[in-house]
């Protein structure tokens, strides 16, 4: 069966840092892609960052980019995103999610689209 287990979110200062992980189980991780995705309060769904397992290659929302960072460790079945400077806007319930690699990794950000999602964790930037 397959699964999506985020941890790692928490309360932060702003400037401050956090690391987001997902383990994924129940398939096999290269071929398809991993998607962090979050929503604030009365926002609607926004794609931060995807992966492609196989290739490894990335896309990012211009939001965090040069800030937040996605990486992967096939071995461990894990998907990481890497969230340095943070800010209050970046405040919110934090998801990932998988697809098949039938899209780019931009258009699976783009489109929300996915086949299964992790129960989501809390990235709380306030002072």
């Known amino acids: 069966q397959l699964q999506l287990v985020e941890s790692g979110g928490g309360l932060v200062q702003p400037g401050g840092s956090l690391r987001l992980s997902c383990a994924a189980s129940g398939f096999t991780l290269n071929r398809y892609h991993i998607g962090w995705f979050r929503q604030a309060p009365g926002k609607e769904r926004e794609g931060v960052s995807c992966?492609?397992?196989?290739?490894?290659?990335?896309y990012y929302a211009d939001s965090v980019k040069g800030r937040f960072t996605i990486s992967r460790d096939n071995a461990k079945s894990t998907v990481f995103l890497q969230m340095n400077s943070l800010k209050p806007e970046d405040t919110g319930v934090y998801y990932c999610?998988?697809?098949?690699?039938?899209?780019?990794?931009?258009?699976?950000?783009?489109?929300?689209?996915?086949?299964?999602w992790g129960q989501g964790t809390q990235v709380t930037v306030s002072s």
């Open positions: 992966i492609s397992m196989r290739v490894g290659n990335t």
């Open positions: 999610a998988v697809r098949v690699a039938t899209l780019t990794v931009q258009d699976m950000c783009h489109t929300g689209v996915a086949r299964n």
